[in-house]
């Protein structure tokens, strides 16, 4: 059984940083591709950031690029995403996600191209 969790959110002033955690079990990740996702209350789940598993590749929407960085432990099955200078529009509910597919630049952060959810972590920025 697949199962992924996110933990590492909070509470974190204008400016401030996170570092969240995608722990995974039932599955190797070195194998998959890995993609956060976030959704704030009334909007859609956005793709935030992707690692590749083919070849390392990395992708950030623009709204993050810059600021996070998206890194994996395949030792420890485990996916990072590190949160820098963070915005009150930040805030939302993080999730991990995973697939078995080759993703690129242009499929990525389609949500349907991702097959194990994790539950999500909750980061708010606010003063």
């Known amino acids: 059984q697949v199962q992924l969790v996110e933990s590492g959110g909070g509470l974190v002033q204008p400016g401030g940083s996170l570092r969240l955690s995608c722990a995974a079990s039932g599955v190797t990740l070195d194998y998959y591709t890995l993609g956060w996702f976030r959704q704030a209350p009334g909007k859609e789940r956005e793709g935030v950031s992707c690692?590749?598993?083919?070849?390392?590749?990395?992708y950030y929407s623009d709204s993050v690029k810059g600021r996070f960085t998206i890194s994996r432990d395949n030792a420890n099955n485990t996916v990072y995403l590190q949160m820098n200078s963070l915005k009150p529009e930040d805030t939302a509910v993080y999730y991990c996600a995973t697939s078995k597919l080759h993703l690129n630049w242009h499929t990525w952060s389609r949500r349907f191209k991702y097959d194990y959810w994790g539950q999500g972590t909750q980061v708010t920025v606010s003063s």
């Open positions: 690692i590749s598993s083919f070849d390392g590749s990395t």
